[in-house]
């Protein structure tokens, strides 16, 4: 068996140190070892979206990284974007857009938004859909999803 | 997945003697969406990996007098956010935006592509188009290889155990030249090419006569493959219709496609003739500073 190694990564703002394997991905640990299981699994093979997480400001899919590869780097997942117990604009337009049903898909959604609004803070439509092609939802539909980055984005525009 | 070691090697010097030390059942990391799939699935099952982005010249992005290095471990979102990239080897960035979604791009390299040797990766025809050369080095030295000779089939290339692939390099882009990559797929973002196209055309003062041309095709073969005989016919010849659709004609003969989910081979032969004018007639636009923006999936 290959050694486990010590990995050391800022994750959420916290310096977090975590024993490994090469061989387990990064959503492996996040939700087996540190018990953050608000980033899920859905396809484990880089389709679908649902581990979206940021590390080191881009979105990625944290199924097709290793969790030795995160060493040094900074990682945001869901856990990381209520400023305590109020929900910040995209989770609240979610929730008020009822931009999801079973909620599988969510937390990668709403990753996926963040990295948008931070690129683009009043994207189209179109821009949107583009953006967003990595994340499936197979209940809801995107139109609602779409509708709440829009209402997310201009909520931010209007408040900054 | 199956066990395996890791290595994060920060020279070239060490990277090549961790592949040696490995002696051919190690495969380098770069942004692994491929390869971190394949090995989930048991296609691979190396007995280490070498991460290779920590390591100077692979991620390398940066033009001097030789032209363009874009190192292996070069991510797709740093190709496409690059200001010399996107003013002259437009067809690299076209390639960048639609390969897989924004998080694969995050993460995927160029090189990543070029290596996995997939017949329909989007970024080769890209890099044949713009007369890429792969720098790659070994126990026994460098050697460079254009990227039209590198993949020698389905997953398969040149690379000999132990060798590494470090950058691709391209010449300096001509004055009145543009480039194109677009690829047929059924949806609009998020897919694999049913043909994928990739053109680049240099155009004389006037703008309308073409002086050069190099078209690379990919999913209608084994490999990726550098239309050479379509591109020829171009050199010296108005740039119009009439000589698009003889380019089309001289490209749709050396394909030999396969029929399979997402097309039947007579279809990936027409399309390959459609798409070759519609890249070249961009192409063109580009080199002539026409505005032209491509919008993925229309």
Not at chain 2, 2 to 29: I, K, Q, T, W
Not at chain 2, 125 to 139: K, N, R, Y
Request: aromatic share 4%.
């Amino acid at each position: 068996m290959a050694k486990k190694r010590v990995v050391s990564a800022t994750i959420n703002g916290e310096v977090v140190e975590f024993l490994c394997e090469p061989r387990q991905t990064l959503l492996e640990v996040l939700r087996d070892t540190l018990d953050m299981t608000g980033t899920k699994e859905g396809c484990s093979n880089g389709n679908c979206g649902a581990c979206t997480v940021l590390l080191d400001g881009r979105p990625v899919v944290s199924c097709l990284v290793l969790a030795m590869e995160a060493d040094g780097s900074e990682i945001r997942t869901i856990e990381g974007v209520a400023r305590g117990s109020h929900l910040d604009e995209v989770q609240q337009a979610f929730l008020e857009g009822a931009a999801l049903q079973c909620g599988i898909c969510t937390p990668g959604f709403i990753m996926q938004t963040e990295a948008l609004l931070q690129a683009n803070p009043n994207p189209t439509e179109e821009e949107i859909r583009f953006y967003l092609a990595g994340n499936l939802c197979r209940c809801t539909g995107y139109d609602k999803i779409v509708r709440a980055v829009q209402a997310a984005a201009q909520k931010r525009l209007a408040t900054t | 997945m199956h066990d395996f070691d890791y290595e994060r090697p920060v020279s070239l010097v060490e990277a090549l003697s961790l592949m040696a030390r490995h002696n051919g059942h190690a495969r380098p990391l770069a942004g692994g969406t491929d390869l971190i799939d394949q090995m989930r699935l048991g296609r691979h099952q190396p007995g280490a990996l070498i991460d290779v982005k920590r390591i100077a010249e692979l991620n390398v992005l940066a033009a001097d007098a030789d032209g363009l290095h874009v190192g292996a471990a070069v991510p797709c979102c740093r190709i496409v956010e690059q200001p010399l990239v996107n003013q002259q080897y437009t067809a690299l960035v076209d390639s960048c935006r639609i390969i897989g979604g924004i998080q694969i791009q995050s993460r995927a390299s160029v090189g990543g592509n070029l290596c996995n040797s997939g017949p329909a990766a989007d970024s080769t025809p890209s890099l044949i188009a713009l007369q890429g050369v792969c720098v790659i080095a070994g126990p026994a030295g460098t050697r460079r290889v254009p990227v039209e000779r590198f993949c020698t089939g389905p997953g398969q290339n040149v690379l000999q155990p132990g060798e590494l692939l470090v950058e691709i390099c391209f010449p300096p882009r001509p004055p009145h030249s543009g480039s194109h990559y677009r690829r047929l797929i059924p949806r609009n973002e998020m897919d694999i090419a049913v043909v994928g196209v990739g053109a680049a055309v240099e155009l004389d003062e006037s703008g309308r006569t073409i002086r050069a041309a190099r078209i690379g095709l990919g999913a209608v073969a084994p490999t990726p493959l550098w239309a050479e005989e379509a591109g020829a016919l171009l050199a010296g010849q108005p740039a119009d219709d009439v000589q698009f659709a003889r380019a089309a004609e001289a490209a749709r003969k050396i394909v030999s496609p396969i029929t399979d989910m997402r097309g039947t081979r007579e279809y990936r032969i027409h399309v390959t003739g459609v798409l070759v004018q519609r890249v070249l007639r961009a192409a063109v636009a580009r080199a002539r500073g026409e505005a032209f923006t491509y919008l993925p999936g229309h």
